[in-house]
Nanobody, 123 residues
């Protein structure tokens, strides 16, 4: 069964850090772009960061640039999102999604989605 599973969420104080993991099973992430999305309470889901299959291209939402870093470890079949200097506005459920080759901001183009991991940043 092909699936993605996120982990690493939790409760952290403002200014703190978390590292989210997106682990794939049943398929290899080598040929997939992986996008982290988030959905805050009462808000639409938005794309946060993406890494292409070749690692040549990365994307960051303006509000997380300089604070978040996306990376992948193909040996572990996992993509990470290192989140530093967290702010209460980063509170959301974070989802990872995968599609072949290149990043897209169009959610409907992603083939696989994880169930999400909750991040809560207290002020």
């Amino acid at each position: 069964q092909k699936q993605l599973v996120e982990s690493g969420g939790g409760l952290v104080q403002s200014g703190g850090s978390l590292r989210l993991s997106c682990a794939a099973s049943g398929f290899t992430l080598d040929y997939y772009a992986v996008h982290w999305f988030r959905q805050a309470p009462g808000k639409r889901r938005e794309g946060v960061s993406c890494i292409s299959s070749s690692d040549d291209n990365t994307y960051y939402l303006d509000s997380v640039k300089g604070r978040f870093t996306i990376s992948r470890d193909n040996a572990e079949n996992t993509v990470y999102l290192q989140m530093n200097s967290l702010e209460p506005e980063d509170t959301a459920v974070y989802y990872c999604a995968a599609r072949r080759w290149d990043c897209s901001v169009v959610e409907g183009l992603y083939d696989y989605w994880g169930p999400g991991t909750r991040v809560t940043v207290s002020s």
